[in-house]
């Protein structure tokens, strides 16, 4: 059964930072795609980060590139996302996600398995 599980949530004011880490177990698949993805009330899920097993590349929007990175421990499989100068427009809940190798990187309809998300407040 696969399983993540997201933590680090929180509350930051703007300018903050913030990182959020997904422990996945469970997915025995060789090579697949880790992607952090948000959604705000009232908006469409969309993904703010990915990485691919395959290589360690990583992927980023235009709205977060600059800003977000990524970190993985394979031994422990997690994946963190560190937020640095958080805006309110990145309120929202954020989730992870994995999906097969054959995924576009961006699209939340193409992963299988979700966490339950952990919540992300930037107030000013």
């Known amino acids: 059964q696969v399983q993540l599980v997201e933590s680090g949530g929180g509350s930051v004011q703007v300018g903050g930072s913030l990182t959020l880490s997904c422990a996945a177990t469970g997915y025995t698949g060789r090579n697949y795609y880790m992607g952090w993805f948000r959604q705000a009330p009232g908006n469409e899920r969309e993904v703010v980060a990915a990485?691919?097993?395959?290589?360690?590349?990583?992927y980023f929007p235009d709205s977060v590139k600059g800003r977000f990175t990524l970190s993985r421990d394979k031994a422990r499989n997690t994946l963190a996302l560190q937020m640095n100068s958080l805006k309110p427009e990145d309120t929202a809940m954020y989730y992870c996600a994995i999906g097969g190798s054959w995924v576009r990187w961006s699209s939340p309809d193409e992963y299988t398995y979700w966490g339950q998300g952990t919540q992300v407040t930037v107030s000013s």
């Open positions: 990485f691919y097993t395959n290589g360690g590349r990583t």
